[in-house]
C-alpha cells in the first residue's frame, strides 16, 4: 500500500454514514471527514455528557445529524435512506466496561444487536461499497501476555463488555465470509484499537476526564489501580488508521478485507500513575492520590497490548504520536478549550499538526 495518500481527494464529496458521531472517536471521525470535504450524515443517541465534544465543535450544524438508536431497525433503515451511503463507519456502541457489569443486557444488545443491525444495511444497500467496523481492542481473550496480540490471536470476554465485542467481531467475519467476500462491491474490514485519548472525553470512568475534572476543581485525582499499564494512543492515531484502511478497501478490497489492529509501538506503554503525573505537569498544577477504595471496582486487566506489524508492514499505517506526545496533545486541548479557545479551532488545529508534523 503507498505510504502518501490524499485522504482530501479520497473523500472529497463521498457520502459517508458514521454511526456513533456524537461520541468522542466519532466526533473526531466526523470533523476530520469534514474538514476533507466529505457528504457526512451521522447517526447516533443524544450527546450524552456535558460540554460534549460534538456539541462544542456545531456538528449538528455542519453534516447532516440523525438521532437514533442502532437497535432501532425501523429507524437505522430511514438513516441509510437518508445518506445513501458509499461509505460507513460503524463506531455506534456502549463502549464503558464499567458500565458494562451494571447493564450487561443493554450492552449485549447494543454492541452485538446493533451490530446485526448495521450489518444486515451494509449487506442490503447497494450503494455502500466501503465498510469500516470498529470494535475493540478488548475483543481479545485477555491471558496478561506481555506481548502484543495479533489479528489471529483468540478471542473473547472476562466481562460483558469484551464479550460483546468478540461477539461482534465473531458477527463480522460471519456476515464476511457469508455475503461480503464474494461481492467485490463490498471492500469490509474491521479495525481494533483501545486506550484512545484526546481532547473532548468526558466519559466516566476513564482515566483522562476524571483527571482533568479533578484538575478543574481543584480536588486530587483519584487513582484505583495506578501500577496498571496502559498502551496509551491519541485518537487521531487509530481514526488515521480508519481513514487509510478506507481507502485501501476500496482500491483493493480483496487483499485489505479482514481484521486489523490500530495501536502504539509495543514498547510505549505508561502507568496510570505516570500518566496523571503527566497530566499535572502539563496543567501545570493538581496532585494525584491513590484511592482508599479498592473493593468497590469490577476487576481490570494489568495489560493488553496490540502487535500492529499488519497495518504498518501491508497498509503503511504507524502511529505517529508516541505516549508522552498523546498525553500532551490531549491535556493541551482541554487547558486550551477551558481558557477559552473555541474547540473546533483546537480540534481542527490538533488535526492539522498530526498530518502535517513529523512522527514521535
Not at 446493533?114 to 481492542?137: A, P
Not at 506481548?147 to 464479550?163: F, V
Not at 465473531?170 to 463490498?186: D, H, K, P, T, V
Amino acid at each position: 500500500m503507498n505510504p502518501t495518500i490524499n485522504y482530501a481527494e479520497a473523500f472529497r464529496d463521498r457520502r459517508v454514514l458514521v454511526t456513533g458521531h456524537t461520541g468522542f472517536k466519532g466526533s473526531w471521525l466526523a470533523l476530520w471527514l469534514l474538514e476533507l470535504g466529505a457528504e457526512v450524515t451521522g447517526f447516533a443517541l443524544a450527546p450524552e455528557y456535558d460540554r460534549s465534544h460534538f456539541e462544542l465543535l456545531g456538528l449538528k450544524n455542519r453534516l447532516r445529524h440523525i438521532e437514533g438508536d442502532i437497535r432501532d431497525l425501523p429507524a437505522l433503515e430511514a438513516a441509510f435512506d437518508a445518506a445513501n451511503p458509499e461509505i460507513v463507519f460503524h463506531l455506534a456502541a456502549q463502549a464503558l466496561v464499567v458500565r458494562s457489569y451494571a447493564e450487561p443486557k443493554v450492552t449485549f444488545d447494543t454492541n452485538v444487536g446493533g451490530s446485526v443491525n448495521i450489518l444486515e444495511m451494509v449487506r442490503q444497500r447497494e450503494t455502500v461499497r466501503t465498510l469500516i467496523f470498529i470494535t475493540s481492542d478488548k475483543c481479545y481473550l485477555n491471558k496478561e501476555w506481555v506481548w502484543g496480540y495479533r489479528e489471529t490471536d483468540e478471542l473473547g470476554g472476562h466481562d460483558p463488555y469484551s464479550a460483546s465485542k468478540a461477539a461482534a467481531e465473531m458477527l463480522f467475519m460471519a456476515y464476511q465470509n457469508a455475503y461480503f467476500s464474494g461481492e467485490r462491491r463490498i471492500g469490509a474490514a474491521s479495525t481494533r484499537a483501545g486506550n484512545v485519548i484526546g481532547g473532548g472525553d468526558w466519559a466516566l470512568d476513564r482515566i483522562v476526564p476524571d483527571c482533568i475534572r479533578a484538575l478543574e476543581s481543584g480536588t486530587p485525582i483519584l487513582l484505583r489501580n495506578p501500577d496498571a499499564t496502559r498502551p496509551w494512543q491519541h485518537v487521531l492515531d487509530p481514526l488515521n488508521g480508519y481513514l487509510r484502511l478506507a481507502v485501501a478497501l476500496e482500491a483493493e478490497p480483496d487483499t485489505c478485507r479482514g481484521s486489523w489492529n490500530f495501536g502504539p509501538e509495543i514498547d510505549s506503554g505508561k502507568t496510570v500513575g505516570e500518566l496523571a503525573e503527566d497530566a499535572i505537569r502539563e496543567w501545570g498544577s493538581g496532585e494525584a492520590v491513590v484511592s482508599s477504595i479498592q473493593n468497590d471496582h469490577p476487576f481490570e486487566h494489568r495489560f493488553l497490548q496490540l502487535n500492529v506489524d499488519k497495518a504498518k508492514l501491508d497498509l503503511g499505517w504507524r502511529p505517529r504520536w508516541n505516549a508522552d506526545r498523546a498525553i500532551s496533545e490531549t491535556v493541551r486541548w482541554y487547558k486550551e478549550v477551558t481558557s477559552g479557545t473555541p474547540a473546533g479551532e483546537v480540534s481542527r488545529a490538533q488535526i492539522k499538526t498530526f498530518v502535517g508534523g513529523p512522527n514521535d
